[in-house]
């Protein structure tokens, strides 16, 4: 990797600077990212807005990437977007030392549609970090920062502390940031950035707040107290409560934006329909399959306490995690709320194998409740037959580790 935004910033000088043409909402953090996104998104295109979002990875396609108005970005606009980019791409390729990478290429074309659509306000996610992210070219007028946690260490370093001030990069000279609850060590690191650039720092829990929440059959019932006003009785479709806690943080950055109150009305048959694929989604069917893309312990924490939340029955998890990952930390939380897990590789070159995962798994779940596959495909098939079917059964087939491997368990039909 080359920590620089140059090939970028060039990259888009070549384009018109298509990143100056929008006001913009910058996210990080190490987990909730996208489900805050697409909030932030679904709010502002109730208020009217024309909207552009850009979230990774993806799911199942590409093109959910850069979403235009709450729809993924059409094939023929996005080959379009790819032409125009690939053509200045090539042109710096001959100018730098390192050719225009995967990720900045992406970044470039979503900034290019939104320009081209001419949208009022752009949802920007991260790609990794912050301050040397290809994102971090715009001058977004708020940045949000979920919950710091170790992730990518490798690259952002070892300690949260460290991560947060990669993360706090995207905080800019007179924005407004608005930060979930984090580790004091974090708190910290943002507070110093934000006094440093002239930002104004809100904070979850003195400025704005979580103030309750029941969880329910189709999602939560969940009351925030914001920026300007309270919101009561508010049914949130996405299950957990750091998915309410992600909203409580959407709400704020979404009045931080717009400069005042939301709606009441608008906010709640918003988020009574707001979508986030592969975040505690649940897919019908006997037995129901619940998709996630926990990925760190952070992650599958948070999976954790929701599955326990659900009440009785057994979870049958198929598991296939990246190997350069924290995989016996991921193991270990869900131990107490899986009670068998079938150990696969994704479709992915860096998926640790089923055997290396296998073994990590029996140290924490003992060898009788591990069960081995060579692929998500296969590895659903055999969940699936554990699982009980019969009348009354509350059994549920979990796919989690990757988004590579929600990815995959999308592809096989639903009988199985």
Not at 3 to 32: E, K, M
Not at 278 to 296: K, Q
Request: net charge negative; hydrophobic share 45%; aromatic share 4%.
């Amino acid at each position: 990797m080359d920590p620089t935004l140059d090939r970028v910033a060039l990259l888009l000088g070549l384009l018109g600077r298509p990143q100056t043409q929008f006001r913009s909402i910058h996210l990080t953090g190490t987990n909730g990212k996208t489900s805050t996104a697409r909030m932030v998104e679904s709010l502002l295109a109730a208020t009217g807005s024309r909207t552009g979002r850009f979230t990774s990875p993806h799911v199942e396609t590409m093109r959910e990437r850069i979403s235009l108005d709450l729809q993924p970005i059409e094939t023929q606009r996005f080959v379009r977007c790819h032409e125009a980019v690939a053509e200045q791409a090539a042109l710096v390729d001959a100018a730098s030392a390192h050719p225009v990478s995967f990720f900045e290429m992406t970044v470039a074309m979503a900034y290019h549609a939104f320009a081209d659509h001419r949208v009022d306000a752009a949802v920007v996610e991260v790609g990794m970090g912050g301050r040397w992210d290809a994102t971090n070219v715009i001058d977004a007028e708020v940045a949000a920062i979920l919950p710091v946690a170790l992730d990518h260490t490798d690259y952002l370093g070892p300690t949260v502390g460290a991560i947060a001030a990669e993360k706090a990069g995207i905080i800019k000279p007179g924005s407004v940031a608005v930060s979930a609850r984090q580790p004091d060590d974090v708190a910290a690191v943002l507070r110093a950035r934000a006094d440093a650039v002239g930002a104004e720092l809100v904070v979850e829990g003195r400025d704005f707040a979580l103030a309750r929440r029941s969880p329910t059959a189709t999602g939560q019932l969940v009351s925030f107290r914001g920026l300007h006003r309270e919101y009561d009785e508010v049914p949130l479709a996405l299950h957990g409560a750091h998915q309410a806690q992600n909203a409580a943080v959407a709400i704020a950055a979404v009045e931080a934006f717009l400069g005042g109150p939301l709606d009441l009305g608008l906010v709640r048959s918003t988020l009574r329909q707001v979508t986030s694929p592969g975040r505690f989604e649940v897919r019908a069917g006997s037995p129901p399959v619940v998709l996630d893309v926990a990925h760190n312990p952070h992650g599958a924490r948070a999976l954790a306490r929701n599955l326990a939340e659900r009440g009785p029955g057994r979870t049958i998890a198929v598991l296939a995690v990246m190997g350069d990952k924290d995989v016996a930390g991921v193991v270990r939380e869900l131990e107490t709320v899986v009670d068998t897990v079938v150990c696969a590789r994704n479709s992915s070159p860096r998926s640790l194998p089923a055997e290396e995962l296998a073994a990590l798994a029996i140290d924490v779940f003992g060898a009788s409740r591990v069960r081995r596959a060579t692929d998500v495909s296969s590895a659903l098939a055999v969940a699936r037959a554990l699982a009980d079917t019969g009348p009354g059964s509350t059994d549920v087939v979990l796919v989690t580790g990757s988004v590579v491997t929600v990815g995959d368990a999308c592809s096989v039909p639903t009988d199985g």
